[in-house]
C-alpha cells in the first residue's frame, strides 16, 4: 500500500513541502500519493500517513483540522508523522519563544486526536508579506519577522530519510 503525504495550503509552500517529501520517499523505493486534504477520502487504503499544515494563529488550517477529526480512526491505526510550516524570523528569543509556543499548540491538538503521532516537526515556512498592509509588515520587521523563502531544505530531507528508515522497520 502507497505512503499518504496530505497538506493543507492556503499559498503553496506546504504543497511544494509534501512534493519534496513525497519525491524523496518515492527515490527511497516507496509508493506514495501525495494530494491536498480535500481531496482524502480516507486513510484506509494506504501504509502510513504524513500530514502538513502552514500554522496561521497558532493553529493548522481549517482543512487540516477538519481532515485529522474526520480521520482520527483510521489515524490511529496507522504510522503518523506531521509536519507544520510557521513563522520566519531572526534568530532570538522571540523566535525561540514562538516557536515553542507554535509547535506545543499543534502538538496538542494533534495528540488529542491521534495519540500516537510518532513525530511533528515544524519548519520555518515561505512568507513574500503581500498579504500584509504595509504599516503591519513594518511592524513584523520590527519585532524581528522577515519575508522570503525561509525553508530549510537540508533539514526537511533529512526528516524524511528518518521516516524512511522508520518505514523499513515497520516492513513497509
Not at 51 to 60: E, N
Not at 95 to 100: A, G, L, Q, S, V
Not at 135 to 158: K, N, Q, V
Request: net charge positive; aromatic share 8%.
Amino acid at each position: 500500500m502507497p505512503i499518504l503525504i496530505t497538506y493543507a495550503t492556503s499559498r503553496g509552500s506546504t504543497k511544494e513541502v509534501s512534493e519534496r517529501i513525497a519525491s524523496r520517499l518515492h527515490t527511497l523505493g516507496f509508493a506514495v500519493d501525495c494530494r491536498p486534504v480535500g481531496h482524502v477520502f480516507s486513510v484506509e487504503n494506504y501504509s502510513a500517513v504524513i500530514i502538513g499544515s502552514p500554522i496561521y494563529h497558532q493553529r493548522w488550517l481549517l482543512d487540516a483540522q477538519k481532515f485529522v477529526d474526520v480521520e482520527a480512526v483510521g489515524l490511529r491505526m496507522k504510522p503518523v508523522w506531521a509536519f507544520s510550516l510557521g513563522m520566519v524570523g531572526k534568530p532570538g528569543w522571540r523566535r525561540e519563544r514562538t516557536i515553542k509556543k507554535e509547535k506545543s499548540s499543534i502538538e496538542d491538538v494533534l495528540i488529542q486526536k491521534v495519540p500516537k503521532v510518532r513525530d511533528h516537526r515544524l519548519f520555518a515556512g515561505k512568507d513574500d508579506g503581500s498579504s500584509v498592509s504595509t504599516p503591519l509588515r513594518g511592524l513584523y520587521r520590527c519585532l524581528g519577522g522577515s519575508f522570503g523563502d525561509m525553508r530549510d531544505w537540508t533539514a526537511i530531507d533529512s526528516w524524511t530519510n528518518i521516516i524512511a528508515k522508520e518505514l523499513h522497520a515497520d516492513g513497509i
